[in-house]
């Protein structure tokens, strides 16, 4: 009887260590899948009412410590994507990029949205800049910044409020410690950085504030992609 009872236990024991085992193996084989299905979930409801509340809020802009997206990070931002300050939305119809705009920086914030990197900006008044990550898939978060957006394209970024319409006049890559590309200007421009294809250097691209509109005021076409789905999906 002990020993039938063992013998039982034993091969339960190696079922459940081979199930285990068998999921550790898929989670490996489909981690990029699973990393990007979290990241393309995220789509938030972004008002007025909410965009104003969370910008009154202190984020973290400290982008020295942002660090490349892995498995663990996207997981963890989107168990807690509630503490994300969602303050408006980006859209470059040319390039299929159309993303929430968060405030800051941090790790969980870049995990699932375009990042302000300046406590004090403010859409429409100097330089606006935002960082996003660059990913192996094409159509999440900045990459499509990288293979599709070039001089001319127009940018779009909303408050929910008005809308700021930009024109791109500069695509470049710049070093890595170039931070100088952050700070204010007079002149009211749009500034999105990514990383290259390699990850040292940044793809900065640069435009100029062409046109202010009410979200009323706004043509219909583009209303209905700030309505759709961000390009996560």
């Known amino acids: ?17 081979f199930t285990i085992l068998i999921l550790i ?6 981690n990029q899948q699973i990393k990007n299905y979290m990241v393309s979930s995220y789509q938030p409801k972004i008002t007025a009412k909410s965009a ?4 009154r809020k202190k984020a973290d802009f400290n982008f020295k410590n942002a660090k490349a997206l892995n498995f663990t990070t996207v997981a963890k931002a989107r168990m807690n994507s509630q ?24 790790n969980q914030t870049l995990a699932l949205a375009a990042g302000t990197m300046r406590a004090d900006q403010k859409m429409g008044h100097g330089n606006y800049p935002l960082a996003g990550h660059h990913m192996v898939r094409k159509d999440i978060l900045f990459s499509p910044l990288y293979f599709k957006t070039r001089v001319g394209d127009k940018i779009y970024l ?4 008005k809308v700021f319409t930009y024109k791109v006049y ?36 640069r435009g100029k504030l062409t046109n202010t509109a009410k979200y009323s005021d706004t043509p219909v076409k583009i209303q209905k992609e700030f309505a759709a789905k961000f390009n996560n999906k």
Request: with cysteine.
């Open 83 to 106: 503490k994300i300050l969602t303050i408006g939305q980006i859209l470059v119809p040319s390039s299929s990029v159309h993303l929430p705009i968060a405030k800051g920086v941090s």
């Open 25 to 30: 193996s898929l989670g490996l084989i489909f």
């Open 1 to 17: 009887m002990k020993n039938s009872g063992r013998s039982k236990f034993t091969k339960w024991a190696y079922r459940v260590g």
């Open 170 to 205: 500069r695509r470049e890559f710049i070093a890595a410690t170039r931070v100088d590309v952050v700070n204010q200007t007079r002149a009211n421009i749009v500034t999105l950085v990514t990383c290259d294809a390699t990850g040292a250097r940044r793809l900065m691209i």
């Open 158 to 161: 909303t408050n929910m409020k």
């Open 52 to 55: 104003d509340a969370n910008n």
